[in-house]
Every structure is written in C-alpha cells, then in structure tokens.
C-alpha cells in the first residue's frame, strides 16, 4: 500500500533563504508526483508534476525533483519570500484505480520577513 | 490551462439543512472527478470518486447517504451533504483530471467550499 510522508511538518526560515521541502513515497511504482500549495482556507495550486519518466521540473522559482528508486522527491525554493508561506503538500496517483491521489500531510512553510 | 470551478466558495447555514455543492470542468471533460474533506491543520481526505453516468465510489466510513453525489455530464458533478450538522462542518475540495491525451495528467482542483452549519 502506497503511503507518503512529507518532512519537516512545519518549517519557519528568513526571507531569501533557499530551502528544500521532502516528500518520500513507499512504493517507486507511480506514474507521476505531484506538488501542491495550499493557502490557508483556500483551495490547492498545482505547482510542478514530474512524470515518472522525469528528474525534475522548474517552473521560476520552484524546482521539484524525482528519484523513484530511492521513493523521494524534494521541492525546492529559491529565494523564499512572505508570500511563498503556505501548506506545501505532494501526491501521487493511486495506480490501482482512478488516479485518485494518495496524499502526504504537508510542511507548514513560513517565511518570516 | 484546465480550469475547475467549484460553487459556493461559502456556505453558513442551519443544522438539519441540505447543501449542493457543485464542481465544474471549464474547458476540458471529465469522466471522473474527486470529492476530498479537509478537517482544519489535516491534509486532505478522500470521500468519493464520482463516475459520469453511474454511481460514485465510496472510501471506508463515508456515508452515501449522507453525502449524496451525482455526475450527471462530464463536466459537472454536486455533492449534497443532506440534513447537515455541526459536525460536517468541514472545508469540501473537489478535483478533475483532464483526460484528453496523455495519460498522465495531473489533477485540477477547485477552489473549495467552506461548510459552516451552525
């Protein structure tokens, strides 16, 4: 059974620091990653989605990676601003049926001025 | 790109009352579509897949009686939460995939209805 779990559950860094946000999966066999933001009482963004077949994507600011082998995928942010603060959350596609998403429970990111 | 419009963004309303929540596909079909429940500071939970033209399928420990679901076209579906009480006050998010191509794409979300029943 596929599970992801995504570390650190909160995370609080200064303005313009580069961080790196974790997500790890159990079962390598997905079709696809995705990354997630969540605005407090708001619905997702879709960030960045890293086919299967991919190492990573960028899209600005944001680049997320994928190593299958090792279940993990990191996103990473360069030169964090207030307005990155959000609930970062990764899903993966349960393969066995709809593609529904099999969700981690996200990092709390905080990004102080 | 794919938009999923989602209505109402905000609902208050009475115990015992019955609310619709619609989610829609702008511009691209959906045969499947995805009801998900966020309790606050959790991630989200899926309650339902919800099938075009047939029954939605329900995760363990959702009440499709209580959470009643039609996907009528492919590019709607509603959730009723019928004779709400306080304790389905929750924050409802609904998502679509674009099916056209591809088989890889990823899930559009909407931008979710606040549930509030007093």
């Known amino acids: 059974k596929q599970e992801v779990t995504q570390i650190p559950a909160a995370l609080s860094v200064p303005e313009g620091e580069n961080l790196v946000l974790n997500c790890s999966f159990t079962d390598s066999a997905i079709y696809n990653l995705q990354w997630f933001r969540q605005d407090p009482g708001k619905g997702l963004t879709s960030l960045l989605l890293?086919?299967?077949s991919q190492r990573e994507q960028t899209s600005g600011r944001l680049n997320a990676s994928l190593d299958k082998s090792s279940g993990r995928s990191t996103l990473y942010i360069a030169a964090s601003q207030p307005g990155d603060s959000a609930t970062y959350l990764c899903?993966?596609?349960?393969?066995?049926?709809?593609?529904?998403?099999?969700w981690g429970a996200g990092t709390k990111l905080i990004i102080k001025p | 790109g794919a938009v999923v419009s989602q209505h109402p963004s905000r609902v208050i309303c009475k115990s015992g009352t019955s609310v619709k929540i619609e989610c829609r596909s702008l511009d691209f079909q959906a045969t499947t579509m995805f009801w998900y429940r966020q309790f606050p500071k959790q991630s989200l939970m899926l309650m339902a897949t919800?099938?075009?033209?047939?029954?939605?399928?329900?995760e363990q420990g959702v009440e499709k009686d209580k959470f009643l679901i039609n996907h009528a076209s492919l590019t709607l579906s509603t959730l009723t939460v019928t004779s709400a009480h306080p304790e389905d006050s929750s924050f409802y998010i609904c998502?679509?995939?674009?099916?056209?191509?591809?088989?890889?794409?990823?899930?559009?979300f909407g931008d979710g209805t606040r549930l509030s029943i007093l």
């Open positions: 899903a993966v596609p349960y393969m066995d049926s709809n593609y529904q998403l099999i």
């Open positions: 919800s099938n075009e033209g047939s029954k939605a399928t329900y």
């Open positions: 998502s679509a995939r674009d099916e056209a191509g591809a088989s890889n794409q990823p899930q559009h």
């Open positions: 890293i086919q299967s």
